[in-house]
């Protein structure tokens, strides 16, 4: 196996380009994953890059109306970096153990696509554009074209995501929820992610998101559209009319009925909650 | 593998080695310092905790080429210092050392907490502890001594 540790960007994108790896940042997800026994090393069935220290990737500034973030920035340096995002703040909170947020990269829970990777709710309605890199180019895509299902994503072998690009904006209400603990199976966690922008009573921004009822983050555009423009007590009059449109898009994928009913039943209860709360 | 050079309880050190290999192994079995536990392997407990440039990692799976130019201090590096003496003291007079495999997790998350915030609230201490897992005592008496550590060692952190 050759398991290597680029000393830049430009290198990493070379042996990207060259050869097929596996993109190490943190490991808190890979050396799970690829678990042997203690005293061996991890079984990865491809040779693997170590990105974790790579400089050109650990940063976070604000230009031209965005946040960029770079992929390697550890949950632990967000949670504790005054540009963050309060939502991402918000949901970093909640994710892990210190331990775990000092190795963990946004990245890596970007790259990881699990339906219940804590950070995606967020990034979703933030309107988070990621950024990836190969030798050959640059280009950006919205967060929901890079996930497509459970740990498949739409990147290239010779890609590397580069930075998470958020653009600025106000709210007056930011909310994240997560149902289940920490140590609970993917299976039991629910997660909601609401933002409104609520002036003289009138809703003029209004974008929420689910974590764990679909093979992806689920957030519907279309719905949020149709409620800008209410008033907030329109809004709580006709609420249960707009649950019930969330409902029908929320359609976990589970075997079991019940398991399926109580993850829809839960899902909708927090947006009622966040709606209320406007 | 790779040459990978970091300072280790304030020694340089260099080692050849995959830099897919687990922290914890190689401190365990190469550098012989077994302080450094292995509970779950997983990173659910916090038994093999130890200070990556004074902040707490779980070295089951810390990538060992990550460590590159990094200063890990495990717990037999701390107990060299002041911070670990107090912080031990403190253990010992709440009763939050009981069968003692989790204490040095334990006092690696402290003083990560106490680095990062020198007088926690109960509630902090619980955030910063969350990651560490004991079976016999129960978490009072642990949050109780880093209370009471922050207190003592005030000045020390
Ligand atoms: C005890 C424990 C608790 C956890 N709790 C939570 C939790 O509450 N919520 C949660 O969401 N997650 C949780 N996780 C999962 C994990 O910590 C996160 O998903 C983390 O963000 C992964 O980041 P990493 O850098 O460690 O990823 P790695 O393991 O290094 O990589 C994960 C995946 O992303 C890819 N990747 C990484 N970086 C890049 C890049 N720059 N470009 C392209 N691909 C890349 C890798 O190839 C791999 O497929 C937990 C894990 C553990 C061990
Ligand atoms: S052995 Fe590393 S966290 Fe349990
Ligand atoms: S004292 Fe026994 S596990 Fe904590």
Redesign the interface.
């Known amino acids: 196996?050759k398991?290597?540790?680029p000393k830049t960007l430009k290198e990493t994108l070379i042996l990207l380009n060259e050869g097929d790896y596996k993109i190490?940042a943190?490991?808190?997800d890979l050396?799970?994953q690829n678990?042997a026994w203690?005293?061996?090393?991890?079984k990865?069935n491809k040779d693997?890059l170590?990105v974790?220290?790579l400089p050109e990737l650990k940063y976070i500034t604000l230009e031209d109306d965005c946040l960029h973030i770079g992929s390697t920035m550890t949950l632990?340096e967000l949670l504790?970096h005054k540009l963050t995002p309060k939502l991402l703040v918000e949901a970093i909170k909640i994710m892990?153990?210190?331990?775990?947020r000092?190795?963990a990269t946004l990245g890596g829970n970007i790259g990881n696509a699990s339906p219940a990777g804590d950070s995606l709710p967020v990034l979703y309605i933030l309107n988070a554009i990621v950024v990836i890199e190969s030798i050959e180019r640059t280009r950006e895509l919205p967060i929901e074209d890079l996930i497509i299902g459970p740990g498949k994503k739409t990147i290239q072998k010779n890609e590397i995501i580069k930075e998470i690009k958020i653009p600025m904006s106000n709210f007056t209400s930011i909310r994240f929820d997560k149902v289940g603990g920490?140590?609970a199976d993917a299976i039991s966690k629910i997660s909601f992610a609401g933002v409104a922008k609520v002036k003289n009573n009138t809703i003029q921004d209004f974008r929420v998101s689910f974590g764990a009822v679909g093979p992806t983050v689920v957030r519907n555009k279309e719905l949020e559209a149709n409620v800008i423009g209410l008033t907030v007590d329109d809004m709580k009059v006709n609420i249960q009319e707009i649950l019930n449109e969330f409902g029908n898009f929320i359609r976990p994928i589970d075997d079991q009925r019940s398991n399926k009913e109580y993850r829809k039943t839960v899902a909708i209860n927090l947006l009622k909650s966040f709606i209320l709360s406007l | 593998m790779?040459k990978?050079k970091f300072t280790l309880n304030n020694k340089q050190v260099e080692i050849e080695k995959?830099?897919?290999?687990?922290l914890l192994?190689i401190l365990?079995?190469d550098f012989d310092f077994t302080g450094v536990k292995?509970g779950c392997?997983?990173?659910?407990c916090?038994a093999c905790?130890v200070l990556?440039n004074d902040?707490?990692?779980?070295s089951c799976?810390?990538?060992l080429?990550?460590v590159?130019?990094k200063n890990i201090v495990t717990i037999e590096g701390f107990s060299k210092t002041k911070r670990h003496e107090v912080l031990r003291n403190a253990f010992e007079e709440e009763g939050a050392v009981q069968c003692g495999f989790c204490t040095p997790g334990m006092l690696i998350?402290s003083e990560?907490?106490l680095n990062?915030n020198p007088h926690p609230t109960d509630e902090e201490i619980k955030?910063?502890l969350?990651?560490?897992l004991c079976r016999c005592t129960g978490y009072n008496m642990i949050i109780k001594a880093v209370k009471s550590a922050s207190k003592k060692g005030d000045g020390l952190w």
């Not at chain 1, 203690?38 to 991890?42: C, I, K, Q, Y």
């Not at chain 1, 892990?96 to 775990?100: H, K, L, N, Y």
């Not at chain 2, 902040?55 to 779980?58: A, D, H, K, L, T």
């Open positions: 196996m398991n290597l540790t190490l943190g490991g808190t050396m799970i678990r203690s005293n061996t090393l991890p990865f693997i170590l974790f220290n632990e504790y892990a153990s210190p331990a775990i000092n190795m920490r140590k | 790779a990978i995959s830099p897919t290999a687990r192994d365990r079995e292995e392997g997983e990173g659910e916090g905790a990556i902040q707490i990692v779980n799976i810390v990538p080429g990550t590159e130019g998350a990560s907490l990062k955030i910063g969350s990651g560490n």
